[in-house]
């Protein structure tokens, strides 16, 4: 009898163990999948950023072409200006 209970408790110990690995392997499915989503998510979050950041800097090329034919001196002091503040905070 003793051997029976011995058996039992061996057997309902290996379900046990089983029945763990099978959910943390299911768990870890999950959140991978989960993950992955969240990565696609991302990805296409940031092509997105990356097509509104070009469609700005072609603005801003525009701009600043348009600025250099219509008032160059301007846009050459703008510039010395710019540059000067840029050195400022860049020194200090």
Do not use: C, H, Y
Not at 13 to 34: C, Y
Not at 47 to 56: D, I, N, S, W, Y
């Amino acid at each position: 009898m003793a051997q029976s209970t011995s058996s039992s408790t061996t057997r309902s110990s290996g379900d046990f163990a089983r029945n763990a690995a099978d959910d943390l392997t299911e768990r870890a499915a999950n959140l991978a999948e989960k993950t992955g989503e969240q990565i696609e998510r991302i990805a296409e979050q940031s092509r997105q950023a990356t097509e509104q950041v070009q469609v700005v800097a072609e603005n801003f090329k525009t701009a600043v072409d348009k600025s250099i034919k219509d008032q160059p001196l301007t846009t050459l002091a703008i510039a010395a200006g710019v540059g000067f503040v840029i050195g400022a905070l860049w020194k200090s």
